[in-house]
């Protein structure tokens, strides 16, 4: 499918349930290959699933919007969903598309700007999806502030316990703009003592020790 195609298609109320339908075949065919590295979109959601399980998390709140298929595929996990978008074509298709579920809230803006802003809402530990790619995104040089304005505003919340999934973990590798994966586990569990940084399927981990 062509990139006109897609856009084309994705204006429409027919490509974010076409989008959700195709994530099945391509997580079984991951698992058959064995897992390989860059996990499907299905498996992330399971992810983001488990880590709300795991710590009893009812908010989250992701850097990323895209078509929201992950609002989509976590609506019932969730008291509250707070999801950021760039783009503003995007922004308008997601708000339309979750008109009806008032638990989503849709900003549309920078995520250096708007996580510290949501943070102001937050009373309670929160589960964050972000994303490692926007270190360096589409080989651009990447702003290494973004560990400083979002993770430290985070990891320095006056409510403590929030944990942080970082998705595209190979986008830490040291170009672009971008620390390595090494770089930001000394840097985080130096400064924030009772932290614990790790990486497993291309998913970075930021939760207490």
């Known amino acids: 499918?062509?990139?006109?195609?897609?856009?084309?298609l994705g204006n429409t109320r027919f490509y974010a349930p076409w989008k959700a339908l195709a994530?099945?075949?391509?997580?079984?065919?991951?698992?058959v290959r064995g897992k390989p590295v860059h996990p499907p979109h299905r498996f992330k959601q399971k992810t983001?699933?488990?880590?709300?399980?795991?710590?009893?998390?009812?908010t989250l709140v992701e850097a990323g919007t895209y078509y929201g298929e992950m609002v989509h595929a976590t609506l019932a996990a969730f008291d509250q969903i707070y999801t950021i978008e760039?783009?503003?074509?995007?922004?308008?298709?997601?708000?339309?598309?979750?008109?009806?579920?008032?638990q989503v809230h849709v900003f549309e803006g920078d995520s250096q700007e708007m996580i510290p802003k949501i943070l102001e809402e937050v009373n309670h530990p929160s589960l964050f999806w972000l994303d490692a790619g926007y270190y360096g995104?589409?080989?651009?040089?990447?702003?290494?502030?973004?560990?400083?304005?979002?993770?430290?505003?985070?990891?320095?919340?006056?409510?403590?316990g929030h944990v942080i999934l970082m998705d595209d973990a190979h986008g830490l590798s040291g170009r672009n703009g971008a620390p390595t994966f090494a770089e930001l586990k000394m840097g985080i569990e130096g400064e924030f003592p009772g932290r614990k940084v790790d990486v497993a399927y291309n998913i970075v981990r930021i939760c207490g020790s």
């Not at 499918?1 to 084309?8: A, F, G, K, V």
């Not at 983001?48 to 009812?58: G, I, P, Q």
């Open 48 to 58: 983001v699933l488990d880590y709300a399980r795991r710590f009893s998390l009812r």
């Open 86 to 102: 760039l783009d503003h074509r995007l922004a308008a298709l997601a708000r339309r598309r979750f008109m009806k579920s008032p």
């Open 23 to 31: 994530q099945y075949p391509d997580y079984w065919w991951w698992i």
């Open 137 to 160: 995104w589409d080989q651009q040089m990447g702003d290494r502030g973004r560990l400083t304005s979002e993770l430290r505003a985070i990891l320095s919340h006056a409510i403590p």
């Open 1 to 8: 499918m062509s990139r006109i195609t897609r856009r084309l």
